[in-house]
């Protein structure tokens, strides 16, 4: 049986795939069973921070596993208090604690907790617990029933009703609107600086700053998910700051790039001093939360490894600089079938505006049509196609990537 075949007879169809099956890579490059060989501008969805192959982290993690992969939470882990103590100082730069989890959907379950813990916390003034959070159209929190319930999007809710209560969801980057639908059951506003799933959709400077006077006027707490814009891809360790330099969020949830390619999420909870002169983090205590798996030595040797490379090795810095590259390049084209590039370093989406074969979007062809022709660019909604290399990608292979989109471009949109 082939691969595809296996897959249709085992797995659940919960995803559509394309057709394409790698077997092994090195750096940006993947290669199929067959030997063809693609330049992946995919990452894992912004996953793969150091590329593929043997690298720093693979032998971090190789040597790891012959020490020790697993050791309870219920004993001392040096490798998860090292890589806590990197995340609050090196990365955020701000005081705080971590917890650590799998992935993306449970570290924003987590912050979901906290704003539930603090609406019982700091109740109404009619002494009722609060326990409305809002968040925005176009997001993505993640799969669990909780992430579902907090995402923008109806598409990932149908079937799975009576989904959590107490979410609103909103325009982004509408601040009267925001404004005015504040009610004595709110508790937390909860948004992606940029969305990912939902399209690239970049919060302005002027809605983020609003958003954290708001949160001050009204005693709410401000989330950010930062699960694919964080920790590098847009040009700051922290994805925010690339756009709202002051801001101080609240909590901070991470997945994704975190373990470049190995599972490891992890939310941080701010010291904000509240009413009664206790931390924030500090309604998260003994037995408020867990997991079995999370920040186990492995996990967090496999993070500790990646948050180093790319701080000592400047990767935000590079972002920038290819982001430059990629702009000015696909500006150059004045192609008809494009629209925008819009996003932050390496977490980029390239508007679309092409009439596809029936009953597929354009996202969905194009992203077909380019892997064909060797290049992984995974769409996000009807009609955009995302761009987002590992870190470590070259110039030269962000040329090459950009000459095989323009041609196969030429080619789909004619």
């Not at 309604?283 to 180093?308: E, K, Q, W």
């Not at 996202?363 to 892997?371: M, N, P, T, V």
Request: with cysteine.
């Amino acid at each position: 049986m082939t691969t595809a075949d296996k897959l249709a007879h085992y797995v659940l169809p919960t995803y559509s795939q394309f057709p394409v099956a790698p077997v092994r890579g090195e750096g940006t490059l993947l290669w199929d069973g067959d030997g063809k060989r693609y330049l992946d501008f995919c990452s894992g969805l912004a996953t793969c921070t150091l590329g593929h192959g043997e690298n720093s982290l693979s032998r971090a993690i190789s040597k790891q596993a012959g020490e020790l992969i697993h050791c309870c939470n219920l004993y001392q882990i040096d490798q998860q208090a090292e890589l806590a103590r990197c995340l609050v100082e090196e990365c955020l730069q701000l005081p705080g604690r971590v917890f650590f989890s799998n992935s993306g959907a449970e570290s924003n379950d987590g912050l979901i907790k906290l704003a539930r813990r603090f609406g019982h916390a700091r109740p109404d003034i009619e002494g009722r617990a609060r326990y409305e959070v809002i968040t925005f159209h176009q997001s993505f929190h993640g799969r669990t029933l909780g992430g579902i319930a907090a995402t923008g999007q109806d598409k990932v809710k149908e079937g799975f009703d009576p989904l959590l209560p107490g979410f609103r969801h909103l325009e982004l980057n509408d601040l009267d609107s925001l404004a005015a639908t504040i009610q004595p059951e709110t508790c937390a506003i909860l948004l992606e600086p940029i969305q990912g799933e939902g399209g690239i959709h970049l919060a302005t400077r002027e809605f983020l700053e609003g958003i954290g006077e708001l949160c001050r006027d009204h005693d709410l707490l401000l989330l950010l998910d930062e699960v694919q814009c964080g920790l590098g891809r847009t040009g700051e360790m922290a994805g925010w700051r690339t756009i709202a330099p002051d801001l101080v969020p609240d909590a901070v949830s991470w997945a994704k790039g975190l373990g470049g390619g190995f599972p490891i999420g992890a939310f941080w909870i701010s010291e904000r001093i509240m009413a009664n002169d206790k931390p924030l983090f500090s309604l998260m205590g003994t037995g408020s939360h867990g997991s079995t798996f999370g920040g186990n030595p492995l996990a967090c040797t496999a993070g500790l490894t990646v948050l180093r490379e790319v701080i000592d090795q400047e990767l935000p810095q590079r972002a920038l600089q290819h982001e430059t590259s990629i702009r000015e390049t696909i500006a150059s084209w004045q192609h008809p079938a494009l629209t925008e590039v819009r996003g932050k370093g390496l977490l980029l989406g390239v508007g679309l505006n092409f009439k596809a074969p029936e009953g597929e979007a354009p996202s969905i062809h194009l992203s077909r049509e380019l892997a064909n022709a060797g290049l992984l660019a995974p769409p996000a909604g009807p009609d955009i196609v995302r761009l987002m290399p590992p870190l470590t990608v070259s110039a030269a292979e962000i040329d090459e990537a950009l000459e095989i989109f323009r041609q196969t471009l030429d080619r789909v949109s004619t």
